[in-house]
């Protein structure tokens, strides 16, 4: 059994049906790429997951258990986080404060400090300006904070929404080295990216979006050298 | 020593002020709203406590748990019914008009309930008054229960929502509910608690001013809510000490100008001074100076 | 015919919607003179038809404030309280020296000119402010406006003008001199010039202001500021002229609400221009939809009525027009029941298609 | 206008009335609607006038001239045919020029602004503002009272700005010197502290309070807070202040009044009336507003059995003739014996009252 | 004589020195990149230009013209425009009326004449909407004129910003990272537009960017800030191969 399974989702914004019955799984341990062209609903597949959107059809399953009607807090809970697209930090707190934020559902302060070391070390701008309210930061430090509030939350499963938006190209290298140690830290990632070249270098498998359905997938280097993937998505 | 006295006197009505509007700025900084019903719960509060005391018997501090029991069980009945339908409406002026719909229909069930005449309250606070400088100066009991309780309210509110978890929450709710759920924080228990709270503090609020100014109808709570919402933006949007320091100033403002310029127009005279300040400082005296980056 | 309905086709959505507006309020003005002349009309109503129009006139000037440039004014009744005490002032000056559809003419104009000036006089400062800040600044206004009229007297006679704050007894006048602004007591006796028909072209004329000002270079100006200030910057739209430009027509309309108000009733008092009427027109804009001038037009018009219709139910009045408020509220509003409507909607006209087809 | 067609049966007298019963005047409109529906009950169970029935209404204005006239419309399509209000200044201003058009007969119980009764068709049962404040100083320096004098009023009410300018205007004629003048607003009407303290610190021997009773009540509890104990003189907008519900009778210890209508007085027909009133309202007492209203409904019979109209005139030939027969009549009424003068002023004996011991001593 | 000239330009936020001495020089028709790691004050350089932020030191030349300090309203009519890292539009008005705000001084009538609407007024909008209409067809987006901004997809609300800064036309147009968010062939297909915008316009461009692709592919020239300060500048190939660029910003 996978650890998460969607099976026919159908997501409407009013009368715009955003997503048209889409199906995916993701197993334990996995790296799963998400990608897709602009508006294919990649951000609406994530935000109907962890409960931001509801879906009028279909069901979300994660480790046994039917989440589609739970609410976005219970999700997070069982042990998803997300980092959103826009990276909707928590503007008028400080970096900490927005760090504490993303470990909200757990107890033990012990394991919570050594989480916060790690992401300090991970992102040792983010610990250079814990102070700093956090809507000051430049937009890539943001992201990073973004990142960094999500991994707060000691997940088993990460979703992050175009993490290396806005980041420089070192830093890019960074993130997906970062994603990489998540994972081989246990955690399972589902990655939504627009450099999906980088993205399934990483990943595992992946899924291929287009405006609103699922219309290709498949083992991630499979995929890297389809020729249609190279054309729409690769840029080559 | 008139001015001293003036002094104390505009405290004392400060104090009622800042106690109302503590509990006005609480909903007001965390649920983004302007409650224009909170003036009016507390009118509820008061008559809860006037009719538990003078019809029922019950002693005082019955009267105010019960009181604060029927306020916070209203406070979250109403946020639940009138106000959450109305979360993600497209612009927030929808709530606010709610809550002015919310303040007209509980002003007319007391009507209804307790008719439309005055009723003397009964002063709970049997505290007693300090006179200074051999008499000529007094202080009431109420005002400094109020002040006392105002203090304690404000250090208890700040404690609550810097230092403990459902506050941390309450900060991040107030910010982006969005990002708050995805933190794993009930965005809906954390507004019914932020109501209730503030509901809660309403019925206390009822209990002093009602102490303070014994004069009870359906309408009483309307224009203290009105001068506390004055006086939470004085003292800065959301700022907790802000509403309690905004509160006080507007009571002594207030009576210092009746008692130095002109009783006639006082009230022209406090708004003017408040739109002074808010020129010179244009969030307040607490509010944080928030420049939006670019 | 053809012709016409590709003319009508071809409009811009936002022309048409506002031709619809237009129409919307002549056809009400024909029903009404109709069951008028028949004498269908019962007095309520009759009594009503003057406050409607101030109303719809407050409504859609302050929705210029809120909807369009987005500010929020809790002061909106000042402006219409300085409409009212200037032009009655004139008009119980001039008396019968001019003939009354002239009086009146100037009464509006002298409402208009004098509300505005205030308008742009309270703009300056206070637009310097946002959000909740500048709301308690514009109810801070209408709070000081009115404190200061209720202490005014002035009184006039032969050597002319007396003014004196604070205390109508020391207002000495000569024998034959008359008290025209008497603190509390505000003005009594101004002419009811204030008709259906006149307050119906105003309607118009203010429709006509408001809607074409808000397709125009100047709305899309206002707008813009209103979405995004600092973008508005950016593209070189000076944020001060515009933002007050709305505030200050928005004052004279609401101006000119207050000059009808007060040519309707034998008595002009200060108590009416509080912060609850502020509220109330505030009411009007946002169940009418904030932006949305027709919504304005018909909130103010259910609203205004809706306590007069209720009067049947005596104690439960207030009560049950304080629930309608709600609920109407939660109807339009809530994003639950919007997009119930829609479904709503969107089945009736499926099942509208399916019958053409059966027809057919 | 509209003629008092009746329904199928008999005709009525159709008495509309208008006043506050929301907002934060209701406690006075309130008071009239009950003390008119009482006397139109009492009137009805003895035969009516002139062997008619009362049919009476009363509608809310919320204390606004607008909305005041609205009950007004509302009231003649009712058919009414005479009205009984409006209870407060300006609304009855904005109506009274509405009735004076329509040839409708208005009695208002309360309306004290000189220009309520305006027109030829409009009478009043209590005294106007300028009989009021000239009526207290006149009574005030007669008794040798007080010489210094200071005034609290509230400058946003017609009411008490009217009769506090008419006292002002009147006292250096009485010998009196007005030391202070202080004001309070409907937006700051809880908090008199200051102007107590000013008006202590001026030297007045008595404080006259043209206001209502529900600020006097928190007025002069806070002057009890500051010891200051001069002698608080009012109108008849303090009648009213023993009964508010919980009130502590001896903070209102000596305060004078002059007021057409005690609830405690001696004779047969007030007391006929507190006790009819007490039993039908299950009320401690009237207030001078019920009183007022009471007297005006039994005005309306008088006037109309003295002119000997009947039920199903219009209103406007019942205006006539009760305009025409008001100046005749005399009414025994509990705010005093009244008659009218031809300009609709009434005359009576203000009686001038005194607290003590929780109860009103006639002076 | 450039186009721009900035010397010594410097702000600070409490003890960040957030710009430091910066100083560069872009001339007439040139497409300039400015790069560097996150939080090297890129953006804020861009907020020193146009007025948003005042500097604490340091000036700034349009066309030789002592801009330093002016209001952004100001900056804006002398001829920068610029785009937001953070996507700023009018979310409630329509792509068309988004642009046709950027025409607003430059296809000006007054007030009085919109209301009254007189010839004048029906003349103008017509220019207006060809003009508007011309500049949309160039991003592909005069399909959606009448679609509300914010109902646009992310890329497409990119372009239409750019869009509107174009309408205002400027001498200089300043983009920040035009292509976050973007997938590879949808900033190919952004790299033409600008290139188009440049030679069509004869616009001067600077443009803030992390994707190495479009700023290797379409800047002449660059300038990389580090810590606010500049780290180098010069033809863009020399300093995308500077070993010190490589170790600070771009890796491997
Ligand atoms: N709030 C909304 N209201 C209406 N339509 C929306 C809304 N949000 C998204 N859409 C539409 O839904 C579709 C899917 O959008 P979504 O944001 O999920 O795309 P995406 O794949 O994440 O794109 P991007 O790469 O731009 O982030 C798009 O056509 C978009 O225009
Ligand atoms: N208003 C401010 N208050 C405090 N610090 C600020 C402010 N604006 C910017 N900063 C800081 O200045 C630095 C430069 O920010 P800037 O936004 O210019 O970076 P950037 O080069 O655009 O980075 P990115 O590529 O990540 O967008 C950052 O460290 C940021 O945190
Ligand atoms: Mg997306
Ligand atoms: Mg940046």
């Known amino acids: 059994m996978a650890m998460l399974t969607v099976k026919d989702l159908e997501v409407y914004y009013g009368v715009i049906q955003a997503l048209k019955g889409i199906s995916f799984e993701v197993n334990q341990g996995e790296v799963i790429a998400l990608i897709g062209a602009n508006g294919a609903g990649k951000t609406t597949t994530l935000h109907t997951l962890t409960g931001l959107l509801s879906s009028t059809k279909g069901s979300i399953i994660f480790e046994d258990r039917d989440i589609t009607k739970v609410p976005a807090h219970k999700i997070v809970e069982m042990g998803i986080a997300h980092v959103p697209e826009g990276r909707r930090i928590f503007a008028e707190l400080s970096v900490y404060e927005n760090l504490m934020m993303g470990a909200y559902t757990r107890k033990d302060k012990a394991e919570i400090a050594g989480t916060l070391e790690n992401v300090y070390k991970r992102f040792p701008r983010l610990e250079e300006r814990k102070g700093q309210r956090a809507g000051t930061l430049s937009g890539g430090e943001q992201q990073m904070l973004a990142m960094g509030r999500a991994l707060m939350s000691h997940p088993k499963l990460i979703v992050m929404d175009e993490p290396s938006m806005g980041l420089s190209p070192i830093f890019v290298n960074e993130i997906f080295n970062i994603i990489e140690e998540v994972s081989a830290g246990g955690t399972t990632v589902l990655l939504v990216e627009q450099n999906a070249k980088k993205a399934l270098s990483i990943a595992d498998r992946a899924y291929v979006l287009e405006t609103g359905k699922i219309v290709l997938e498949g083992k991630a280097d499979t995929l890297m050298h389809d020729d249609a993937i190279k054309k729409a998505y690769l840029g080559e | 020593m008139s001015f001293i006295s003036h002094l104390i006197n505009g405290i004392s009505l400060g104090s009622v002020y800042a106690i109302i509007a503590l509990g006005y700025t609480m909903v007001y900084g965390i649920a983004k709203m302007l409650n224009f019903a909170h003036g009016d719960v507390i009118m509820i509060g008061a008559y809860v406590v006037f009719t538990s005391m003078t019809g029922m018997g019950l002693n005082p501090i019955l009267s105010i748990l019960l009181s604060m029991v029927v306020c916070t069980v209203l406070g979250v009945v109403i946020e639940r019914i009138a106000y959450k339908p109305l979360r993600n409406a497209a612009s927030p002026l929808a709530v606010l008009i709610t809550a002015i719909g919310i303040s007209y229909l509980l002003q007319n069930v007391a009507l209804l309930l307790f008719g439309a005449g005055a009723k003397t309250f009964t002063n709970v606070v049997t505290f007693p008054s300090i006179s200074l400088a051999g008499g000529k100066l007094t202080i009431t009991g109420v005002t400094i229960v109020t002040i006392l309780a105002c203090i304690v309210i404000m250090v208890g509110l700040s404690l609550f929502v810097g230092k403990t978890k459902p506050g941390r929450a309450m900060q991040a709710v107030s910010e982006d509910r969005g990002a708050a759920q995805l933190m794993g924080v009930n965005v809906n228990g954390t507004i019914a608690l932020t109501f209730a709270i503030g509901s809660a503090l309403a019925a206390i609020a009822g209990v002093l001013l009602c102490s303070a100014y014994p004069s009870l109808t359906p309408y009483t709570g309307a224009m203290p809510g009105i001068k506390a919402f004055v006086a939470a933006v004085f003292g800065g949007i959301g700022s907790i000490p802000g509403a309690m320091i905004g509160g006080i100033l507007l009571g002594i403002i207030e009576l210092l100008s009746k008692a130095y310029i002109s009783s006639q127009v006082a009230d022209a005279i406090v708004f003017a001074v408040l739109i002074v300040v808010l020129l010179i400082k244009p969030t307040g005296l607490f509010g944080k100076n928030i420049q939006e980056k670019v | 015919m053809t012709v016409m309905k590709n003319t009508i086709k071809n409009m811009k959505k936002s022309t048409k919607s506002n031709l619809i507006t237009y129409g919307m309020v002549i056809v009400a003005y024909i029903i009404v003179q109709i069951f008028s002349t028949t004498g269908n009309l019962s007095s309520m109503m009759q009594g009503l038809l003057v406050p409607l129009c101030i109303y719809v006139i407050a409504a859609v000037s302050l929705n210029l404030v809120v909807g369009f440039s987005g500010e929020l004014s809790l002061g909106h009744a000042g402006f219409m309280c300085i409409g009212a005490y200037v032009s009655a002032f004139f008009s119980s000056c001039v008396g019968d020296a001019l003939p009354g559809p002239l009086r009146f003419l100037f009464a509006i104009l002298i409402g208009a000119a004098v509300a505005g000036i205030f308008g742009i006089l309270i703009g300056i400062p206070v637009l310097r402010l946002r959000g909740d800040y500048l709301a308690i600044v514009t109810l801070a206004f209408g709070e000081i406006i009115k404190n200061l009229m209720n202490v005014l007297y002035i009184g006039i006679d032969g050597s002319g003008l007396h003014i004196q704050a604070s205390d109508g007894g020391a207002l000495v006048l000569d024998a034959g001199g008359k008290v025209i602004v008497n603190g509390a007591l505000g003005i009594t006796g101004t002419p009811k010039d204030s008709t259906f028909t006149i307050g119906v072209i105003i309607i118009l004329i203010t429709l006509f202001i408001v809607q074409n000002l808000v397709n125009s270079r100047s709305g899309r100006a206002i707008m813009a500021i209103r979405d995004n200030r600092i973008a508005a910057e950016s593209i070189g739209i000076n944020i001060t002229k515009y933002k007050l430009m709305a505030f200050s027509i928005s004052a004279a309309l609401a101006g000119v609400a207050g000059v009808l108000y007060s040519h309707n009733l034998a008595t002009l008092t200060v108590k009416k221009f509080d912060y609850n009427t502020s509220i109330m027109i505030l009411v009007f804009v946002v169940l009418g939809g904030i932006g949305n001038i027709r919504g304005s037009i018909i909130a103010a018009v259910i609203l205004t009525a809706l306590p007069e219709l209720l009067r049947g139910l005596s104690d439960y009045r207030m009560l049950i027009y304080a629930i309608v408020l709600v609920a109407m509220m939660l109807f339009n509003w809530a994003p639950a029941a919007i997009s119930w409507r829609e479904r709503m909607k969107e089945k009736i006209a499926e099942r509208r298609k399916h019958q053409t087809k059966e027809a057919a | 206008g509209n003629s008092g067609k009746g329904s199928s049966s008999e005709p009525t007298y159709k008495i509309g009335a208008i006043g506050p019963v929301t907002g934060s005047a209701g406690a006075y409109g309130e008071a009239v609607k009950k003390g008119a529906q009482l006397a139109a009950d009492e009137i009805n169970a003895n035969g009516g006038i002139n062997g008619a029935k009362i049919e009476f209404k009363f509608e809310d204005d919320e204390n606004d001239a607008e909305k005041a006239v609205n009950a007004y419309n509302t009231l003649k399509d009712w058919g009414m045919q005479m009205l009984m209000g409006t209870v407060t200044s300006a609304p009855c201003i904005a109506v009274e020029s509405e009735a004076a058009n329509d040839n409708m007969f208005l009695l208002t119980p309360s309306g004290t602004a000189v220009d309520c009764i305006s027109g030829s068709n409009a009478f009043r049962v209590c005294f106007s503002d300028p009989a009021q404040g000239t009526k207290s100083a006149e009574y005030i320096s007669e008794n040798n009272i007080a010489t210094k004098v200071a005034c609290i009023y509230d400058s946003s009410d017609p009411y008490s700005s009217g009769i506090y300018q008419n006292f002002a205007a009147a006292a250096p004629d009485k010998g009196m010197e007005v030391v202070a003048a202080e004001a309070f607003t409907a937006d700051s009407k809880t908090d008199f502290k200051v102007q107590l303290q000013k008006v202590k610190d001026s030297g007045a021997e008595l404080v006259f309070l043209p206001i209502y009773y529900t600020e006097a009540a928190l007025l002069l509890q806070q002057a009890k807070d500051i010891n200051f104990s001069p002698i608080f003189f009012g109108c008849d907008g303090l009648d009213g202040l023993l009964d508010v519900e919980n009130f502590d009778a001896s903070l209102a210890e000596g305060v004078m009044l002059l007021t057409p209508f005690a609830a405690d007085a001696e004779d047969e027909k007030t007391q006929q009336f507190v006790k009819a009133y007490s039993e039908k309202y299950n009320e401690a007492a009237p207030i001078q507003f019920a009183a007022d209203a009471y007297d005006a409904i039994y005005t309306i019979k008088a006037a109309a059995e003295e002119a000997g109209t009947k039920a199903d005139m219009s209103n406007s030939d019942l205006c006539d003739a009760l305009v025409a027969a008001m100046p005749k009549i005399t009414v025994e009424g509990v705010t005093g014996t009244i008659t009218w003068a031809e300009d609709g002023e009434p005359d009576k004996e203000p009686k001038a009252v005194k607290i003590e011991s929780g109860a009103y001593v006639a002076l | ?252």
């Open chain 5, 1 to 252: 004589m450039a186009m721009l000239e900035v010397n010594n330009l410097s702000i600070s936020f409490g003890g960040l020195h957030a710009v430091d001495g910066f100083s560069m020089k872009i001339e007439k028709g040139e497409l300039y990149g400015l790069i560097g790691p996150n939080g090297a004050g890129k953006t804020t350089v861009f907020n020193l230009l146009t007025g948003v932020y005042k500097p604490d030191e340091g000036i700034v030349l349009l066309d030789g013209k002592d801009i330093t300090g002016h209001s952004t309203m100001d900056i804006n009519k002398e001829g920068i425009a610029r785009t937001f890292q953070n996507i700023r539009l009018f979310k409630a008005m329509s792509v068309l009326d988004n642009v046709k705000a950027g025409l607003h001084n430059h296809h000006a009538y007054n007030t009085l004449t919109g209301i009254l609407r007189l010839p004048k007024y029906f003349q103008t909008e017509k220019e207006m909407n060809q003009k508007a209409h011309e500049i949309l067809k160039v991003f592909d987006l005069d399909q959606e004129a009448e679609v509300l901004a914010s109902n646009l997809p992310y890329g497409k609300q990119r372009k239409l910003e750019i869009a509107r800064a174009l309408a205002t036309d400027p001498k200089l147009l300043l983009l920040d990272e035009p292509a976050a968010g973007m997938n590879p062939n949808e900033t190919q297909e952004l790299m033409d537009t600008i290139c188009f915008v440049q030679k069509h316009f004869h616009m001067t461009i600077l443009l803030i960017e992390h994707d190495m692709k479009l700023v290797g592919g379409i800047c002449e020239e660059l300038t990389v800030l580090n810590f606010g300060q500049v780290l180098t500048q010069g033809k863009t190939a020399d300093v995308l191969n500077d070993p010190v660029v490589i170790k600070a910003y771009l890796g491997e």
